[in-house]
């Protein structure tokens, strides 16, 4: 083809990058690829970017249908791989451009941490095969629940788990408080009953505890340039992990802050507790 130079302009889903431009030169046969930075965004607005002149312009583009279908079905393979890794919710945050690092939100949530009792015994004792099954069980009988009852695992660390259930209202504390709570109730009955799994054969049973706390957290890409996690953090998240340790000690299935146990009947107080970290003791409460 009498062609001299041809130029690639493309998008792409990076925390430091909004795109591409490939270069290639017929006389030197020479590759040239530019990352350019989110910045460029801020710095030319859409309105005067001379893509736009094209997309809105007169011209004719015509593509093969293969490469549309190609195309349909990369982003359909991306959506489903972001969803399994990131969650239902999460993951189409991500697949729409949110990953700058510190990009994010303020969200009000019921937040969820659950562990496992004895996981540490039992995984000396157990072979690998088998614990990863019973890890497996495990999660999947608690993420049953929380995605029947609104919400949405945000990490797996170890043999816990982290999930919220967000708050799009403000008056709708007390029902998403409830609706979680629920969720803990059906989860750890669901987790009661994985003694009837293969990998439980001689084993005694599966005993989690959860911790529930209401509060808003920074939800959003946080980590390295180039290795980020779309999570939750703040004062909220480092109080429910902690209610969560307590639970262990207390000997709680199911334990909640103050804040939660406000929004709740049927609910009764287990004192104040001092947890690692808090300078102020927390008062936790338990279902009568």
Same mark, same amino acid.
């Given at each position: 083809? @009498? ?13 430091? #990058? =909004? ?11 020479? $590759? *040239? ?6 910045? *460029?965004?801020?710095? $030319? @607005? ?15 583009? &015509? &593509?093969? =249908?293969?490469?549309?279908?190609? &195309? ?37 949530? *019921? ?18 095969e088998r614990m990863i099954a019973l890890l497996n069980a495990l999660f999947e009988a608690q993420d049953a629940e929380i995605r029947a009852h ?5 990490? #797996? ?8 259930? !967000? ?30 799994? !293969?990998?439980?054969?001689?084993? @005694? ?27 939750? $953090?703040? !004062? ?27 929004? =709740? ?21 338990? @279902?009568?």
């Amino acid at each position: 083809m @009498p062609l001299l130079r041809v130029t690639l302009h493309t998008a792409t889903l990076h925390p430091q #990058f =909004l795109g591409t431009t490939i270069t290639w030169w017929r006389d030197t046969a020479e $590759i *040239v690829q530019v990352m350019i930075a989110h910045e *460029v965004s801020d710095a $030319i @607005p859409y309105e005067k970017n001379p893509v736009r002149r094209v997309c809105y312009g007169r011209e004719t583009l &015509r &593509r093969r =249908l293969s490469i549309a279908a190609d &195309r349909h079905n990369q982003y359909w393979i991306t959506h489903n791989l972001l969803c399994a890794y990131l969650g239902a919710n999460t993951g189409p945050k991500v697949l729409t451009g949110q990953v700058r690092r510190g990009a994010g939100m303020a969200l009000t949530a *019921v937040l969820w941490s659950s562990d496992l009792r004895g996981f540490t015994e039992r995984s000396d004792r157990l072979p690998s095969e088998r614990m990863i099954a019973l890890l497996n069980a495990l999660f999947e009988a608690q993420d049953a629940e929380i995605r029947a009852h609104g919400g949405e695992i945000l990490k #797996f660390i170890g043999d816990g788990l982290l999930a919220i259930f !967000p708050i799009a209202e403000t008056d709708a504390v007390a029902t998403v408080a409830t609706t979680a709570v629920a969720a803990a109730r059906k989860a750890i009955t669901a987790v009661a009953r994985l003694s009837d799994q !293969p990998a439980m054969e001689g084993e @005694p049973p599966l005993d989690i505890v959860i911790a529930l706390h209401v509060g808003t957290a920074h939800y959003g890409n946080i980590g390295a340039a180039d290795r980020l996690d779309f999570t939750v $953090i703040g !004062p909220a998240v480092n109080l429910v992990t902690r209610i969560e340790n307590a639970a262990k000690m207390l000997g709680q299935p199911i334990v909640v802050s103050a804040d939660l146990a406000a929004a =709740l009947d049927g609910f009764v107080s287990l004192g104040r507790h001092r947890l690692r970290g808090l300078a102020t003791p927390q008062e936790l409460f338990a @279902p009568a």
